[in-house]
C-alpha cells in the first residue's frame, strides 16, 4: 500500500504542479477545439517557450550555476525575468539544488538523485520536502548579485504578470475575452507545463536512457531527442564529465541553441570569457570510455561462453590500441605537447570506428558450450 508522508507534502508547489498539468491536458484541448487557434497565439506561445526555455538553460543554468561565461547586465535581466516565467524557482534556489545535484550526483545528498526513483528525479523532489533541507552556502557569490537578489525577492510576482498575465492582456487585445483566454491557457498554462517538464526529463529521463560516451562514474547520458526539447540541454553526459563548459553539444553537428545563442552575444559584446575544454581532454574521456568498454567487453567474454576467437582477439587487439593511443595522447597533454590536428582526427576516427565495433559485438550471440 502506497504510503505518502503527508507532514512532508510541499503543498503550494505540489498544488501548482498538479493544477497546471490538469489545466493543460483538460482545459487547452477543449479551447483547442473550440476556437482553434491563429498565428498570433502560435506565435506567442513560441516566443514564450523559446525565451523562458532559453532563461533556463543560458541564464539559471551555464551562466548562474556554472559560471561557463560573463554576461552585462541586459543578458542577466532578461534570463533572470523570463527564467521566472517558468517558474522553476528563483535563480538561486534554483542554482543551490543545481550545484548540490553536480557535487552528489546519484548519492543520498542528490535532491534529484535519480537512484531514488524516475518520478523521485523527475518531479518528486519538488513535491516533497527535503530532508534535511538543503543548505544555501553554496551559492555566497550569486548573493552579492543584486540582480539575482532582486528576482529572488519577486520571482512569483514576476512570473505572473509576465509569464501569466501579460500574454493574457496581449492575447484580448489581439482578440477580444477569447483572445484572453488563449493567451492564458496556451501561451501561459501550457508553455509553463511543457517548459517544465522538458526540464524535469533532463534530471529523469537523461539519468535513465542514452548514451554515456565520455564517463560511466554516474548516470548522466547522453539524448539527442531532449537535446531538441530544451535547447541544446540534453548532452548530459558531457555536461556531467566538464560542467563549466559553456557548451553541451560540443560536437559541430549536435543541436545546442543555448551554445549558439552565447557565442552570438559573445560577438555582440554583450558575453564574455566563454569557458571551454580543450578538444585534447575531450577526446582523452572518449578514448578512456572506448578502452573501459573493451575491458569491460572482454572480461564478460572471459566470464561467460566466448563469443569466437577471432572476435575476442579483435577486442584484445582494439584494447591494445586505445590504450596506445590513451597513453601517448595522455603523456603529450601532461608534457603540454601540441598535438597536430591531423594526429586528432586519426584518433577521434579510429575511437568512433572501436566504439562501433564493441557495439556490434555486444548483439552478437554466444557461441553454445
Known sequence: MLRIPFNRVNWITSIFLIVTALTAVTAVPIYLWKYGIDWFQASMFFFYATITTMSITLGYHRLFSHLAFKAKWPVKLTTLVFGACAFENSCLDWTADHRLHHKHVD?????????????????????????????????????????????????????????VLLPTGLGYLWNGSQGALGGFLLSGILRIVCVQHCTFFINSLCHTIGKRPYNTDNSARDSAIMAVFTCGEG??????????????????WQFDPTKWMIWTLSKLGLASNLRTVPDEKILLAEMREARRQAEQRLAAIEENSPITEKATEMLHSFSQRLSESYTELENAISNKVEVSRKAMNQWQQETREMVRHISSMKRLPKSSA
Do not use: T
Not at 113 to 125: C, L, Q, R, Y
Not at 235 to 252: L, S, T, W
Open 107 to 163: 548519492h543520498d545528498d542528490d535532491p534529484y538523485d535519480i537512484s531514488k526513483g524516475f518520478m523521485w528525479a523527475h518531479i518528486g523532489w519538488l513535491m516533497f520536502k527535503l530532508k534535511p533541507e538543503p543548505p544555501m552556502d553554496n551559492v555566497n557569490d550569486l548573493k552579492k548579485d543584486k540582480l539575482v537578489m532582486w528576482q529572488h525577492k519577486w520571482v512569483h510576482l514576476i512570473g505572473l504578470v509576465v509569464g
Open 235 to 252: 548532452y548530459h553526459n558531457y555536461h556531467h564529465a566538464f560542467q563549466h563548459d559553456y557548451r553541451n553539444g560540443v560536437k559541430p
